[in-house]
């Protein structure tokens, strides 16, 4: 287990954050993850939870008990009105959420509603793997008004493979199953989209028609996690290869020289909205500050889970809503770090052209260890090369729009 790696920026050398966030005003938490399950009825490959060198699951209880539930809306709350936010996020994460069941799902939305909402409006999520997705949940998600998204690598088994269950068998077919209820004309006002990790040696075309058969709202692509230390699956070290951007950039054409809109893929618009000066809404991609934060089932504040794919406890911050409010929260290295842009980045992001598109990359991504995070992304040729693509078919189409306008 990789436990000692909190050294490096931003930790370590005490102070060494103060110089890079000089003049950094904190913006507040807007995204809360709620933890309401730890564990999960799958064996995914690539999961940073229980796959990878983080093991603090294991000391989590199995559920986020009905005291930290009120805790965490009554902390919310405060931390909401303190900064006048008419409205915040919660997503229900796990392991698997679902797991919590019906009647459990309710209870924790009732009590959001009965704490926060009569003061700040709230929106929920949940991020399931789908194959829990009964008629009696679903109609809690609908009576609720709960948003569900669903993390599916495809539509075919084989681009499955990667996401068993424990005892290694496939786990489609009862995703497939829960997604035709959660599709159907009774609970489609509650279908979010679809999430899927990328595979490089997949088809990204027959993944995305696979996708688009369940006619989605939006679809998330992800780059694995890794980093440095422990590359990504497929991200060799040399640096002329860039088989992620092999897989997205085709994927790209595709959705762009689409007739109509098809699906929001909101990796591709948000890189669109930042080549043309806007801002990101990810953490993925861009400067903006991150304002996502993490109440695990025991009540403790962490940072953005995906850092448990760096090393042991790597997105703690010591801090527990029993004990603390998440101002407090505000003030950890680790959360300045995501919250003050480029003045995060290394030297040679600094100096890069597509710096304020790429934004450096997602931060677990810079990790190597021994210096921290003031790293370019392991992704990095990946990201020039897709972003590049990206801009030059942009401004191809921008350019064709001026000389026609003529
Ligand atoms: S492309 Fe590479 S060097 Fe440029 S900002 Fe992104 S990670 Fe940094």
């Given at each position: 287990?990789d436990?000692?790696?909190?050294?490096?920026?931003?930790?370590?050398?005490?102070?060494?954050?103060?110089?890079?966030s000089?003049?950094?005003?904190?913006?507040?938490?807007?995204?809360?993850?709620?933890?309401v399950?730890?564990?999960?009825?799958?064996?995914?490959?690539?999961?940073?939870?229980?796959?990878?060198?983080?093991?603090?699951?294991?000391?989590?209880?199995?559920?986020?008990?009905?005291e930290?539930?009120?805790?965490t809306?009554?902390?919310?709350?405060?931390?909401a009105?303190r900064?006048?936010?008419e409205?915040?996020?919660?997503?229900?994460?796990?392991?698997?959420?679902?797991?919590?069941?019906?009647?459990?799902?309710?209870?924790?939305?009732?009590?959001?509603?009965?704490?926060?909402?009569?003061f700040?409006?709230?929106q929920?999520?949940?991020?399931?793997n789908?194959?829990?997705?009964?008629d009696r949940?679903?109609?809690?998600?609908?009576?609720?008004?709960?948003q569900?998204?669903?993390?599916?690598?495809?539509?075919?088994?084989?681009?499955n493979?990667?996401?068993?269950?424990?005892?290694?068998?496939d786990?489609?077919?009862?995703?497939?199953?829960?997604?035709?209820?959660?599709?159907?004309a009774?609970?489609?006002?509650?279908?979010?989209?679809?999430?899927?990790?990328?595979?490089?040696?997949?088809?990204?075309?027959?993944?995305?028609?696979?996708?688009?058969t369940?006619?989605?709202?939006?679809?998330?692509?992800?780059?694995?996690?890794?980093?440095?230390?422990?590359?990504?699956?497929?991200?060799?070290?040399?640096?002329?290869?860039?088989?992620y951007?092999?897989?997205?950039?085709?994927?790209?054409?595709?959705?762009?020289?689409?007739?109509g809109?098809?699906?929001?893929?909101?990796i591709?618009q948000?890189?669109?909205?930042l080549?043309l000066?806007g801002?990101?809404?990810?953490?993925?991609v861009?400067?903006?500050?991150s304002?996502?934060i993490?109440?695990?089932?025991?009540?403790?504040?962490?940072?953005?889970?995906?850092?448990?794919?760096?090393?042991h406890?790597?997105?703690?911050?010591?801090?527990n809503?029993?004990?603390?409010?998440?101002?407090?929260?505000?003030?950890?290295?680790?959360?300045?770090?995501?919250q003050?842009?480029?003045?995060?980045l290394?030297?040679?992001?600094?100096?890069?052209?597509?710096?304020?598109?790429?934004g450096?990359?997602?931060?677990?991504?810079?990790?190597?260890?021994?210096?921290?995070?003031?790293?370019?992304?392991?992704?990095?040729?990946?990201?020039?090369?897709?972003?590049?693509?990206?801009?030059?078919?942009?401004?191809h189409?921008?350019?064709?729009a001026r000389?026609?306008?003529?």
């Open positions: 287990m436990t000692g790696a909190a050294v490096g920026w931003p930790y370590g050398v005490p102070g060494h954050l103060a110089p890079r000089a003049g950094w005003v904190p913006t507040p938490f807007r995204q809360f993850v709620l933890k399950r730890s564990r999960c009825n799958l064996s995914c490959t690539y999961c940073y939870v229980y796959s990878q060198v983080d093991e603090s699951w294991r000391d989590q209880p199995v559920a986020m008990s009905e930290i539930v009120t805790v809306a009554g902390k919310i709350l405060d931390h009105q900064h006048g936010l409205s915040v996020e919660i997503v229900l994460h796990g392991g698997e959420p679902l797991l919590a069941g019906a009647d459990s799902l309710r209870a924790v939305a009732r009590t959001f509603r009965d704490v926060v909402e009569p700040v409006s709230v929920f999520s949940v991020q399931t789908g194959t829990l997705m009964s949940i679903l109609e809690a998600c609908l009576a609720e008004n709960i569900v998204g669903v993390s599916l690598d495809g539509a075919l088994t084989h681009h493979r990667r996401r068993p269950r424990h005892d290694g068998a786990s489609l077919r009862e995703t497939t199953a829960g997604l035709h209820r959660l599709t159907s009774r609970f489609r006002p509650v279908f979010a989209g679809l999430l899927g990790v990328i595979d490089p040696l997949s088809d990204p075309l027959e993944v995305y028609e696979s996708l688009l369940w006619e989605p709202p939006a679809v998330d692509f992800l780059l694995p996690h890794g980093n440095w230390t422990v590359r990504p699956p497929g991200r060799p070290a040399d640096e002329q290869l860039t088989p951007a092999d897989w997205l950039v085709p994927l790209f054409d595709r959705w762009y020289d689409a007739a809109e098809e699906v929001e893929i909101r591709f948000e890189i669109m909205v080549l000066g801002h990101s809404r990810l953490e993925t861009g400067l903006s500050p304002t996502v993490v109440v695990e089932s025991d009540g403790s504040i962490e940072q953005v889970d995906a850092l448990k794919s760096a090393y406890g790597a997105a703690s911050t010591g801090l809503v029993l004990n603390d409010g998440f101002d407090q929260a505000l003030r950890h290295p680790g959360v300045i770090a995501r003050i842009g480029r003045a995060a290394g030297e040679q992001c600094g100096e890069c052209r597509v710096r304020n598109v790429c450096g990359g997602f931060y677990p991504h810079r990790y190597r260890r021994g210096d921290g995070f003031r790293n370019r992304s392991v992704y990095c040729p990946d990201l020039l090369a897709l972003i590049t693509h990206i801009d030059a078919r942009v401004r189409d921008l350019e064709r000389v026609h306008a003529r």
